[in-house]
């Protein structure tokens, strides 16, 4: 055999041997930086604000992928009234060597969620999903995309077959695309808020602008806090374009604007289209409440029980009023 027949007969497979050589190097290259960044951001800041801990570690997925197994991860928030904590029993990352910046993430076992409100209490909400997926892509080291998904959340307090939310950042326009949506919701007595005990749908879908202000939190330099402030400095507004919610017997649906005054407060107001108000309760509480309110517009302008009623929900300075009927109060966002 002449030399130049074995050159042809063993190139193809060097070329491979060298091909898989450098991948296997590659993602042990990748695996070794995580596993220290790992290390090194247990206990502490990944993010201005936001603080990561975990119990266990385990890296895999190779050679095309980096999968990341956390058991006993705690992710703490810091807010104005305290930190808000999401603890899960099982976490895991999953991303590509190569291509573009994307990671799907997943989260099972118990998950905790606790918070203090604006009088200091301390509230928790725990519950065992059926499927916890989320996944994120990022652009010139942007996030660009953020997509959640929860299916059969169980829990004696607030259960749901589906939860989703979206965030993207828009292309065309200087703004962050927002939709969230449930359904299913089943709600313990003390959320039914004279409403029943079911959300059969909700849907919210409207526009953060401008959204060069989130710019420095979507890159992971800047506190939530400090981003939202600028962007309420910069006169920022979200847009919504579509609310629909089925409550039990009442349905209603609206579009408007909001933003937040000096105070950290909403303010704005979001036009509503409500039926199956009648017969809401109107008796005596010891605080104003959605309910009560819409109850007592529609015993005072509806004729028939299926009308629809024309309410303007708006806020001003923490108090919600629904036309004319005080609705309730909101403390600052922070």
């Not at 936001?50 to 385990?58: D, H, I, L, P, Q």
């Not at 330099?221 to 309420?232: E, H, I, L, V």
């Amino acid at each position: 055999m002449r030399y130049s027949s074995r050159f042809f007969l063993y190139a193809p497979f060097l070329m491979f041997v060298s091909l898989a050589a450098a991948v296997m190097i590659y993602w042990w290259v990748a695996a070794t930086a995580l596993d220290k960044q790992l290390d090194a951001a247990n206990g502490h800041e990944i993010v201005p604000g936001v603080k990561m801990s975990f119990a266990a570690k385990r890296i895999a997925g190779f050679p095309f992928r980096l999968d990341t197994v956390l058991e006993g991860l705690r992710i703490e928030i810091a807010t104005t009234q305290g930190p808000l904590v999401w603890r899960t029993e099982h976490f895991a990352s999953h991303a590509l060597n190569y291509g573009r910046d994307q990671v799907v993430f997943e989260a099972a076992g118990r998950q905790e969620i606790s918070w203090r409100d604006d009088d200091g209490s301390l509230h928790d909400f725990s519950f065992v999903p059926g499927w916890l997926r989320a996944s994120s892509i990022a652009l010139k080291g942007k996030l660009a995309r953020f997509d959640l998904d929860m299916v059969e959340i169980a829990s004696p307090d607030l259960g749901a077959g589906r939860v989703q939310f979206h965030l993207r950042r828009d292309p065309a326009n200087d703004a962050l695309d927002i939709a969230a949506s449930g359904d299913t919701i089943r709600l313990a007595p003390d959320l039914q808020a004279g409403f029943g005990d079911t959300i059969s749908h909700l849907l919210l879908v409207g526009r953060l602008a401008p959204a060069q202000a989130f710019a420095p939190l979507l890159s992971g330099s800047s506190d939530w806090r400090r981003a939202t402030d600028d962007w309420r400095k910069r006169g920022g507004t979200f847009i919504v374009d579509r609310f629909d919610i089925k409550w039990n017997k009442l349905a209603a649906n609206g579009h408007g604007a909001l933003a937040l005054n000096p105070s950290h407060r909403l303010s704005g107001t979001i036009a509503l289209g409500v039926t199956g108000a009648k017969g809401l309760p109107l008796g005596a509480i010891d605080r104003p409440k959605l309910a009560t309110a819409l109850g007592a517009l529609a015993a005072r302008d509806l004729k028939g029980e299926d009308g629809t009623l024309s309410v303007p929900l708006s806020f001003n300075e923490g108090i919600a009023s629904a036309g004319n009927q005080p609705a309730g109060y909101l403390g600052p966002l922070y």
